[in-house]
């Protein structure tokens, strides 16, 4: 079992580029994959970032070329580097891991005009 907990959220301005990390409890080296997943108000959890053991990335088309998932196995964490924000960017992000399965309590990032 791994916890992963979230931070790096909070109220950011529009164009904004803030840095979310997930820390894991213990090494992620082994992990089929880390993501990030988010939701927004009254819609469902949408897949935003996700990143393989093999460091392979795959994006929402909805965040392509503005966010970039990353890792330091050395410190068990994961980023998701988000730039030139837009209000449609608000939700509730989630860390995530495949293999083994485990999701983070969620960081909320709320985008101002």
């Known amino acids: 079992q791994v916890q992963l907990v979230e931070s790096g959220g909070g109220l950011v301005q529009t164009g904004g580029s803030p840095r979310l990390s997930c820390a894991a409890s213990?090494?992620?080296?082994?992990?089929?994959?880390m993501g990030w997943y988010r939701q927004a108000p009254g819609k469902q959890r949408e897949l935003v970032a996700s990143?393989?053991?093999?460091?392979?990335?795959n994006y929402a088309d909805s965040v392509k070329g503005r966010f970039t998932i990353s890792r330091d196995t050395s410190k068990n964490t994961v980023y998701l580097q988000m730039n030139s924000l837009k209000s449609e960017d608000t939700a509730v992000y989630y860390c995530?891991?495949?293999?083994?399965?485990?999701w983070g309590q969620g960081t909320q990032v709320t985008v101002s005009l």
């Open positions: 213990r090494s992620i080296f082994s992990f089929n994959a």
């Open positions: 990143i393989s053991s093999g460091g392979s990335t």
């Open positions: 995530r891991s495949w293999g083994p399965t485990s």
